[in-house]
C-alpha cells in the first residue's frame, strides 16, 4: 500500500488539462476526493480482507445480555461466532446488526440459550464497542468478533497521513474513481464515463454480495450525483432570478 493523494492528482491532471485539484491549506477537493473515495471502498457493502480484524477478548456469562470490547479500530461488525465451553464445537451468530438495536431479553434460566443474533448497540469510535446478544446465554461461550476496521481520513497529500489504507492492486477503482470526480470538479462531459468504469471495478472485486445490496449501493451512488446536480440547478436558478 503505497498511493498517496498526491499520486492521485498527478494521475487525474493529465485528464482535467492539469486544473489545479489542491488549493489552499485545506488541499481541496482534492482530500475531500480522496476521502469520500476511501470511505466509499471501505464502508458498507463492502468487506476486505486486508481491512479485516478479529477480536477474542470477550466470553460470556450466562444470563448476561451486553458485553462492551475494547476494540479501538472498530469499523462495523461483520461476523461473530461462538465457541461452546463444554466440548469447543463452533457455532456462527445467524444474524448480526449494525445499526439495528435489539431489546433487552429475559435473563430467567429457563429462557437461556445460544444466542442466534447480535447487534451493536453503542460505538464509541477509538475506544471501544458494546454487544447485544439475543436471546441471554445459557453457557460462557467464547466471542470471535470478525470487523471492518475504522479507517482514520486523510489529512495531507504525501506522508503517512496522505497514504491511502486502499492496497495497491485496487488502481483500477481508486484511478478512476478520483479522476472521475477530478473531472466532475472541471465540468468534463466524461466525468461519469470514469466513475463508472471505477465503479464497475469496485463491484467485480466485491465477493459475496448480494443483488439487492450491489442494486442499493447503485442506487444511493448515482443519486448522490443526480442531487447534487439538482442542488447546483436550484442555486444558479436562484443567482439568475435575483439578477446577479
Given amino acids: 500500500m503505497s498511493t498517496t493523494v498526491q499520486n492521485l492528482i498527478d494521475y487525474a491532471q493529465t485528464f ?46 450466562a444470563g448476561t445480555q451486553d458485553y462492551t470490547a475494547l476494540i479501538t479500530d472498530f469499523g462495523f461488525l461483520e461476523r461473530v461466532t461462538l465457541t461452546d465451553p463444554s466440548d469447543g464445537t463452533i457455532y ?7 445499526n439495528l438495536s435489539r431489546g433487552i431479553s429475559s435473563s430467567n434460566a429457563n429462557q437461556r440459550t445460544r444466542p442466534n443474533a447480535c447487534a451493536v448497540q453503542i460505538v464509541n ?34 506522508g503517512g497521513g496522505g497514504t491511502l489504507i486502499i492496497p495497491d492492486q485496487l488502481i483500477d477503482v481508486f484511478n478512476n474513481l478520483f ?9 468534463d462531459a466524461k466525468a461519469n464515463l470514469y466513475r463508472a468504469r471505477g465503479i464497475a471495478a469496485l463491484i467485480s472485486k466485491a ?8 442494486n442499493a449501493f447503485l442506487e444511493q451512488y448515482w443519486m448522490r ?13 436562484g443567482v439568475q432570478a435575483s439578477g446577479v
Avoid at 479522476?179 to 465540468?187: F, I, L, N, Q
Avoid at 465477493?207 to 450491489?214: P, V, Y
Fill in 92 to 98: 456462527e451468530v445467524k444474524d448480526v446488526y449494525n
Fill in 179 to 187: 479522476t472521475g470526480e477530478a473531472m466532475a470538479v472541471v465540468d
Fill in 207 to 214: 465477493e459475496g454480495l448480494t443483488e439487492m445490496q450491489i
Fill in 125 to 158: 469510535y477509538g475506544v471501544s464497542v458494546k454487544l447485544r446478544f439475543m436471546a441471554a446465554p445459557d453457557k460462557a461461550y467464547a466471542v470471535t468478533v470478525i470487523y471492518q476496521k475504522l479507517v482514520a481520513p486523510l489529512t495531507t497529500l504525501t
Fill in 16 to 61: 482535467t488539462q492539469y486544473s489545479p485539484l489542491a488549493v489552499g491549506t485545506g488541499n481541496q477537493p482534492a482530500l475531500g476526493i480522496a476521502n469520500e473515495l476511501q470511505m466509499t471502498i471501505t464502508n458498507a457493502p463492502f468487506t476486505w480482507a486486508w481491512n479485516r480484524k478479529e477480536d477474542t477478548s470477550v466470553t460470556m456469562t
Fill in 225 to 237: 450525483d443526480a442531487q447534487r446536480q439538482y442542488n447546483m440547478g436550484r442555486t444558479t436558478q
